[in-house]
């Protein structure tokens, strides 16, 4: 049989180029980089088998039989083994193994294993029974290598196939989490592969499968086995990617492992005295020493001046030994280009999966340490972490999120009762929030979090256009809808261009602006006096109701009532509560009441539960009342029903 061997030498010529650019880049010693270069010696040996077995053929007379049956065994072999280790190349470089879960990985894996060692052993069974039996392949001592049973034959063509089928379906059922360049790349591997051994296995003498597996190393390797997308370019170590990366693995795997995070403290200080790159060329000589000191591949810079280092199943006197490393060398001073500098760090030690079951509670931990003021001490340990509270504050900050465009945030009214008409005249509008599961989120929970993340804004003005476009739905009067109250948050009244956006919204919908009670907490009149007062004077021209809101919880300071355009001040409930339990609080309420009712103000105490409370605010001269006496927030449509009831009983 001729053979044409020409693709196999391009082949290898190719393989040693592809060798010679990745001993050029920086090797990272992680489980991808390790199966490529793995990759790489078998898919060259691959070729030098191949070329060796054609050489022996075509120039020794006699074959030498066991030679030939040796260098076939290996060949088979290391094809074979191409497409296994490709198989969980591809599952590692597109990161599946982050997305699955510790079984599904061990299922996948047993399914790649068995077909491989039951191929291998065909393979060499071939040469040990071949005086009994023809599996994969023969060598006849005259014609040379012959093909075997076609059974077996068949096997060892279905296993390379099983590889690229099996890592194409896996890798496309997540690809909403691949590029779609990655993604294009595996078309590539699998038509490239599947084309070459089929040209291959009907032309036996065209050697140009190995032509085909070097060309497909060389695609992944320019194209997918790029290191400098996993390294931190200021500090030249692995970055965040890929400490995510790793920390999915070694968790799905089940390996246990200690993440040793550095802070540095006042890197925006050493910005701003020294510069920014001054900054990060001390970071780069902090990353080196790291490196010096600890398993190159196992370095991470997460952020500015923030580092993290894994430890793989360190017990308590290794952990001991880093965090004297690392205090030792902290304590010195570090010098560059002639500038002196005194690096403070702080060390957290994490400990998996034990204080940390996920990437997510990991990188919850690392977040949390480096933000709260709670743990600004050395060396934290994440045992000691409230967890339970920050990961509550995580999924509320994930819940105000998505709210508003997955629909989860609802407004409820709560009525309001006036005292001298003796029935509801109007409601308190209130934010409500669902979680995932339907269930609702107090707003004692999530209302500080929204305005410390900045969400409060967006919140604020959703009540306010519902409320608006509830009203414009409905026949006011036909309701007995005489106010609604609406709350401003802290961060609304900072804005210089709130009045224009309430005024904007109301024009829309063409709202009465009386009807509409807009109320401002005492911690806003006590930020931003300035900004605050052109708003408030600006609605108040536009003939909003303004009111102080939970008078006697904040700053309490009179001036607000004094030089504040307000209508009516509101009684935290909290206050009232206190008025019916003790007798200071009582004197201190009722006296209170009577101050704003002479400044010419309207009096609503909120919290009233019982009719005791509701006759004495009356009688002390609060003009309106609010409370679960009269009743819960409830929905509009509620709301409506009982403003109707409320209308026809009067």
Same mark, same amino acid.
């Given at each position: 049989?001729?053979?044409?061997?020409?693709?196999?030498?391009?082949?290898?010529?190719?393989?040693?180029?592809?060798?010679?650019?990745?001993?050029?880049?920086?090797?990272?010693? %992680?489980?991808?980089?390790?199966?490529?270069?793995? +990759?790489?010696?078998?898919?060259?040996?691959?070729?030098?088998?191949?070329?060796?077995?054609?050489?022996?053929?075509?120039?020794?007379?006699?074959?030498?039989?066991?030679?030939?049956?040796?260098?076939?065994?290996?060949?088979?072999?290391?094809?074979?083994?191409?497409?296994?280790?490709?198989?969980?190349?591809?599952?590692?470089?597109?990161?599946?193994? @982050?997305?699955?879960?510790?079984?599904?990985?061990?299922?996948?894996?047993?399914?790649?294993?068995?077909?491989?060692?039951?191929?291998?052993?065909?393979?060499?069974?071939?040469?040990?029974?071949?005086?009994?039996?023809?599996?994969?392949?023969?060598?006849?001592?005259?014609?040379?290598?012959?093909?075997?049973?076609?059974?077996? $034959?068949?096997?060892?063509?279905?296993?390379?196939?099983?590889?690229?089928?099996?890592? $194409?379906?896996?890798?496309?059922?997540?690809?909403?989490?691949?590029?779609?360049?990655?993604?294009?790349?595996?078309?590539?591997?699998?038509?490239?592969?599947?084309?070459?051994?089929?040209?291959?296995?009907?032309?036996?003498?065209?050697?140009?499968?190995?032509? @085909?597996?070097?060309?497909?190393?060389?695609?992944?390797?320019?194209?997918?086995?790029?290191?400098?997308?996993?390294?931190?370019?200021?500090?030249? %170590?692995?970055?965040?990617?890929?400490?995510?990366?790793?920390?999915?693995?070694?968790?799905?795997? @089940?390996?246990?492992?200690?993440?040793? %995070?550095?802070?540095?403290?006042?890197?925006?200080?050493?910005?701003?005295?020294?510069?920014?790159?001054?900054? /990060?060329?001390?970071?780069?000589?902090?990353?080196?020493?790291?490196?010096?000191?600890?398993?190159?591949?196992?370095?991470?810079?997460?952020?500015?001046?923030?580092?993290?280092?894994?430890?793989?199943?360190?017990?308590?006197?290794?952990? /001991?030994?880093?965090?004297?490393?690392?205090?030792?060398? $902290?304590?010195?001073?570090? +010098?560059?280009?002639?500038?002196?500098?005194?690096?403070?760090?702080?060390?957290?030690?994490?400990?998996?999966?034990?204080?940390?079951?996920?990437?997510?509670?990991?990188?919850?931990?690392?977040?949390?340490?480096?933000?709260?003021?709670?743990?600004?001490?050395?060396?934290?340990?994440?045992?000691?972490?409230?967890?339970?509270?920050?990961?509550?504050?995580?999924?509320?900050?994930?819940? *105000?999120?998505?709210?508003?465009?997955?629909?989860?945030?609802?407004?409820?009214?709560?009525? +309001?009762?006036?005292?001298?008409?003796?029935?509801?005249?109007?409601?308190?509008?209130?934010?409500?929030?669902?979680?995932?599961? @339907?269930?609702?989120?107090?707003?004692?929970?999530?209302?500080?979090?929204?305005?410390?993340?900045?969400?409060?804004?967006?919140?604020?003005?959703?009540?306010?256009?519902?409320?608006?476009?509830?009203?414009?739905?409905?026949?006011?009067?036909?309701?007995?809808?005489?106010?609604?109250?609406?709350?401003?948050?802290?961060?609304?009244?900072?804005?210089?261009?709130?009045?224009?956006?309430?005024?904007?919204?109301?024009?829309?919908?063409?709202?009465?602006?009386?009807?509409? /009670?807009?109320?401002?907490?005492?911690? =806003?009149?006590?930020?931003?006096?300035?900004? *605050?007062?052109?708003?408030?004077?600006?609605?108040?021209? =536009?003939?909003?109701?303004?009111?102080?809101?939970?008078?006697?919880?904040?700053?309490?300071?009179?001036?607000?009532?004094?030089?504040?355009?307000?209508?009516?001040?509101?009684?935290?409930?909290?206050?009232?509560?206190?008025?019916?339990?003790?007798?200071?609080?009582?004197?201190?309420?009722?006296?209170?009441?009577?101050?704003?009712?002479?400044?010419?103000?309207?009096?609503?105490?909120?919290?009233?539960? %019982?009719?005791?409370?509701?006759?004495?605010?009356?009688?002390?001269?609060?003009?309106?009342?609010?409370?679960?006496?009269?009743?819960?927030?409830?929905?509009?449509?509620?709301?409506?029903?009982?403003?109707?009831?409320?209308?026809?009983?009067?």
């Amino acid at each position: 049989m001729t053979q044409i061997y020409q693709y196999a030498v391009a082949a290898l010529f190719i393989e040693a180029v592809v060798i010679f650019f990745y001993f050029q880049k920086k090797s990272l010693q %992680t489980f991808q980089n390790i199966v490529f270069f793995i +990759i790489l010696i078998v898919v060259t040996l691959n070729t030098i088998t191949e070329l060796g077995s054609v050489h022996l053929e075509a120039h020794s007379n006699p074959l030498p039989v066991d030679s030939l049956y040796l260098i076939n065994c290996l060949y088979f072999t290391f094809n074979t083994t191409f497409g296994f280790l490709f198989a969980i190349y591809n599952l590692s470089a597109f990161d599946i193994y @982050g997305k699955l879960n510790k079984r599904s990985i061990n299922i996948i894996q047993i399914s790649m294993l068995l077909p491989y060692l039951f191929v291998v052993v065909c393979i060499w069974l071939s040469w040990g029974l071949a005086d009994q039996y023809t599996l994969i392949f023969s060598i006849d001592p005259v014609k040379g290598y012959q093909r075997g049973n076609m059974i077996f $034959f068949m096997c060892l063509c279905a296993a390379k196939a099983f590889y690229i089928i099996l890592s $194409f379906i896996i890798i496309v059922s997540y690809h909403r989490h691949i590029p779609k360049a990655k993604l294009q790349i595996i078309f590539f591997y699998a038509v490239t592969t599947s084309f070459m051994a089929l040209l291959q296995l009907f032309n036996p003498g065209l050697l140009i499968e190995s032509f @085909g597996l070097s060309i497909v190393t060389l695609v992944y390797f320019f194209f997918i086995q790029k290191p400098e997308e996993m390294m931190d370019a200021s500090t030249d %170590t692995l970055n965040h990617s890929a400490l995510q990366r790793m920390l999915r693995y070694n968790l799905t795997v @089940g390996r246990k492992f200690t993440c040793v %995070t550095m802070y540095i403290d006042d890197t925006m200080f050493i910005a701003n005295t020294f510069g920014i790159l001054q900054m /990060n060329a001390f970071l780069t000589d902090v990353g080196t020493f790291l490196k010096q000191n600890f398993s190159y591949s196992n370095v991470f810079s997460r952020q500015q001046g923030c580092f993290c280092i894994l430890l793989k199943e360190a017990d308590e006197e290794e952990i /001991n030994r880093c965090i004297t490393i690392l205090n030792s060398r $902290f304590q010195r001073t570090w +010098i560059r280009e002639n500038v002196e500098l005194k690096l403070y760090i702080r060390l957290c030690i994490i400990d998996c999966p034990k204080d940390a079951e996920s990437t997510e509670e990991i990188m919850d931990i690392i977040n949390m340490i480096s933000t709260d003021e709670r743990y600004r001490q050395s060396v934290v340990f994440a045992s000691e972490i409230d967890l339970k509270y920050r990961r509550r504050t995580i999924y509320i900050e994930h819940c *105000l999120r998505n709210g508003l465009t997955e629909n989860r945030f609802d407004v409820f009214y709560q009525p +309001i009762w006036s005292t001298a008409e003796k029935k509801l005249i109007g409601a308190e509008a209130l934010i409500r929030l669902k979680d995932e599961s @339907g269930h609702f989120i107090s707003p004692e929970d999530f209302i500080p979090i929204a305005e410390k993340t900045g969400a409060i804004l967006r919140i604020g003005e959703y009540v306010f256009e519902s409320v608006c476009l509830a009203l414009s739905q409905i026949n006011i009067e036909e309701y007995g809808i005489k106010k609604i109250d609406i709350n401003l948050s802290v961060a609304q009244c900072m804005q210089e261009i709130l009045a224009e956006q309430i005024l904007k919204i109301q024009s829309i919908y063409q709202i009465p602006t009386s009807i509409i /009670n807009l109320e401002i907490t005492e911690t =806003a009149a006590a930020h931003t006096p300035e900004i *605050l007062l052109k708003n408030m004077q600006d609605l108040s021209d =536009a003939g909003f109701e303004l009111s102080l809101d939970d008078y006697g919880s904040g700053y309490s300071n009179m001036s607000y009532m004094l030089n504040l355009p307000f209508k009516m001040i509101k009684i935290d409930k909290y206050i009232v509560w206190a008025a019916f339990t003790d007798k200071r609080a009582e004197k201190a309420l009722a006296a209170t009441i009577k101050m704003i009712k002479s400044i010419g103000m309207t009096v609503l105490a909120e919290g009233v539960e %019982t009719p005791e409370q509701a006759e004495w605010l009356t009688a002390s001269g609060c003009d309106y009342l609010q409370g679960f006496y009269y009743s819960r927030p409830i929905p509009k449509k509620d709301f409506l029903n009982i403003m109707l009831q409320n209308k026809e009983n009067n």
